[in-house]
């Protein structure tokens, strides 16, 4: 026994305890997939804490330099002050008469005046030439800097840059000096030389935070020494910094903080609760599915230990349930062996009586599922007793009995109703209440098989809806499977209420854009759209009788508020946006608009009123242009920046911009991969074969991974949870987000991503789908053909791909050939019976010639074939 490793085990389960118990059990594991999660958190958290402190660190910069700025501009300002006031005393006349006196006493008194009109100021000193030159008396009230300064003046005739003097004494100041000229020939007759405070200098402390510092320096020798303020300390290694120089000075600004570290700010506290935190719910999250697996190990290796003890005792070989699919498929290989190893003993044939009594128990037992009695129990006729004739005659009639109940179930569920993805059929002559009631059986038992217990049921407008329904969830509350009704509700109602509780399954009644005479089922089990192998299972169990039984219930659900509310705390938009809504007449009536007003949207109403009459009508189809000429005119009647569109249950998207064009959904999507891709570099964008080739391209310049794929909503879906994937889309309009929500296609929630993005844009909606062009496009050009019919074209059709020389061939699902200015597409719908055509290309020449390659290639395989184009 592995499941825990542990003695007591087997003493729960009843059986014989071992000397001692080898190899890792379950628990062992979760510890290690507990503890590689957490590490693989831990280092999550380091990461953050990394990024988190390069972006402090950039901004910082950005504080630093807007700051820096700021006090650059307002010193240069105070010296372009200081040098205007030379600047005017240049020619000034006093100062001229002053200094051709010559007298000291006179120069002395001009010194006084000139010095109350620099405020501030320590000194205003004017000096003749001669007082200049080598051994004059301006060497005696000047420091060797400022002597040097009024030289340089005296010799260029030019106001000198600002400076610092006497840099690191008592007496340092800030120092400037400017030429007076005779006003004629420009001879420079004597120099005024101004002394200022540091205080000059703005405050460097001021608007700063504690953790930055601004200082004022000059260069001084081969040294740069501050200024303001002088016990500066050193840039630290590796601290963000920026310097500026000043206008008309030799200082600058050097500014710089104290680098952050990788869990300053507080930071640590805050990761270190959130990691326990999340650690917990790690705990927990991953406890309640280990219970479950516990608990359905121990029952599954109890089930292989009774065989073992039935084939021992050469007892008919008990029926079982598995709850671990892996160990089912074990389970079911040990009774296949056993059964080939260990021949049963011999049964004596029963009473009329004690079979009765057997066949009531039998009933009574609803864990028992459907079998055909005899089908399992095989009797050597040597093995026989006296009055084995009778006994075979009952098991043959039995036989008989079982073969006759499959045929009877397999006339009632016709195969073409079991497509790639969901089921559709013809009301009537292929679906049918009992056919539906089969339905709900299966899904309930195929649910139940997985270990759950509650399915979502929910069914568009259409009038045979209401008794398909009702037939659904009585075939699932046999099945012992609890029903949520949600009533007429969209599909991607359906599937949030089922991936809020744990990933339940779901059945929704509808055919989506099919005509009115049709209906189907779409199918969730386990969290997950049921694939093409899922839904032909549920056609085999059918078939097979193998049902559960219980009584289930069913309980009446209104989950729109729920779903609103979970998109709202979704989504923020920057700006209200102008909306038109063409619901028609579907389920999305209700829906779309409280959706959108709640989103703070200005909402004009098309066809949302629920009316399932008029919406057989229309049977919208949202990726068809056709389809929503009526909403491109409502939203340029409307001014709006945008039309959506939704067909019958909800989950395909239909877009016309803001002069009423319509959108193809593969533009949407490289709207929406361009931003998810800013945020996501490098991740896979999947998209199907009927898009455009330009989908691939722009989804590259944005920095993803174009991944091209099977067309329909499963593979979709299925597609982009195998991927890890952000995004998808289909040109059918589904839109599947694995970003921020659930992975399944879900027209209103991509409708309210949409807006998010656009929002964000100032420009019109129009001009912002300009920047994701595409080919000249045909739509998909349908071809209606007898059920089984398309089959055989498209097999002959793929077996001429060898046969296009130098064209780019992709048959992952039909036939899609790439040219140098186009593409080409032939496939089987997954909905209805017939072909499915599409073209684009760069210009309409290349279009037509890209055509013609598949007309002609359809004489030769289907020569009859009334193609649309």
Known sequence: MLWNGSKGAYAEEGLAVPDSVDGFGVGTYWWIAYLAAALVLL????????????????????????YSGTLVQETSNRVAAVRGQLQRWRNDPGLRAALLNGRADVLRDKEAELELLVPGA?????????????????????????????????????????????????????????????????????????????????????????????VFRQRVGDDIVPVQPADAKPVPVGAPSVRLPIADTRLDLLAWASPPGLFSGGLLPLLAGLYVLTLALLGVALGMPYRQLRRGVRADLASMVALAEDAVAQRALRSTRGRVRELVVATDALRRRLRELSPVRSVTPKSAAELAALAGDAQDDEAEPDLDVGLDLELPASSQPDGGTASGDRAAAATSAGLATSQERQ??????????????????????????????RAVGSEAAAQGQRTCVVARDQRPSGGGFAAALVAGLCESGCDVLDLGIAPTPLAYHAACVRGAASAAIVTASHNPPEYNGLKVVLGGRAANEEQIQGLRERILRGDFERGEGRCT???????????????????????????????????????????????????????????????TLDPSQPKNLYALGDAVIGAGADLGLAFDADGDRLGVVDSAGKFIAADRVLMLLAADVLARAPGSDIVYDVKSSHRVGASVLQSG??????????????????????????????????????????????????????????????????????????????????????DAGIMQ????????????????????????????????????RPGLVFRFEADDQTALDKIQDLYRRMMDLVAPNLNLPF
């Open 411 to 440: 006339a009632k569920v016709p195969a073409d109703i079991f497509r790639a993805y969901d089921i559709r059929g013809l009301l009537g002559s292929q679906l049918t209440d009992e056919v539906m009631r089969l339905l709900g």
């Open 796 to 831: 002959s059709v793929l077996a001429m791909a060898d046969r296009l020389d130098g064209v780019e061939v992709n048959t992952i699902d039909g036939l899609r050939a790439e040219f140098d200015q186009g593409w080409g597409l032939i496939r089987s719908s997954n909905t």
């Open 122 to 214: 320590l000194a205003v000193m004017v000096f003749t030439n001669e007082e200049i030159a080598a051994g004059g008396s301006a060497s005696q009230r000047l420091s060797f800097a400022g002597l040097d300064m009024v030289q340089r003046v005296r010799d260029g005739d030019r106001i000198a840059p600002m400076e610092a003097h006497r840099v690191r004494q008592p007496d340092e100041h800030l120092a400037i000096a400017g030429p007076i000229t005779d006003g004629k020939d420009g001879e420079v007759l004597g120099v005024v030389h101004i002394e200022l405070p540091l205080s000059l200098l703005p405050g460097t402390r001021s608007g700063a935070g504690t953790q930055s510092n601004f």
């Open 704 to 789: 993803g991974r174009p991944v091209m794929w099977k067309s329909g909503h499963s593979f979709l879906k299925q597609k982009v949870r195998e991927l890890g994937a952000p995004l998808g889309g289909e040109l059918t309009g589904h839109i599947v987000f694995g970003e921020r929500w659930n992975g399944f296609d879900d027209a209103f929630y991509a409708g309210a991503r949409l807006l998010e993005v656009l929002a964000l844009d100032p420009r019109s909606t129009t001009e912002v789908f300009d920047d994701f062009p595409v080919g000249i496009c045909t739509p998909e050009l349908f071809v209606p053909l007898a059920p089984g019919e």
């Open 43 to 66: 280092l999550a958290l380091i990461g953050a804490a990394v990024i988190f402190g390069a972006n402090d660190s950039r901004m910082i910069e950005h504080y630093l330099r807007g």
């Open 556 to 618: 009446a659900l209104d989950y729109t508020d729920d779903y609103v509310a979970a998109i709202r705390d979704d989504i923020t938009l920057a700006r209200p946006m102008k909306l038109v809504l063409d619901c028609g007449f579907a389920t999305a009536c209700k829906l779309a608009p409280m959706l959108y007003r709640a989103l703070d949207c200005e909402i004009t109403e098309l066809d949302c009123d629920l009316d399932p009459d008029q919406a057989d009508q229309r």
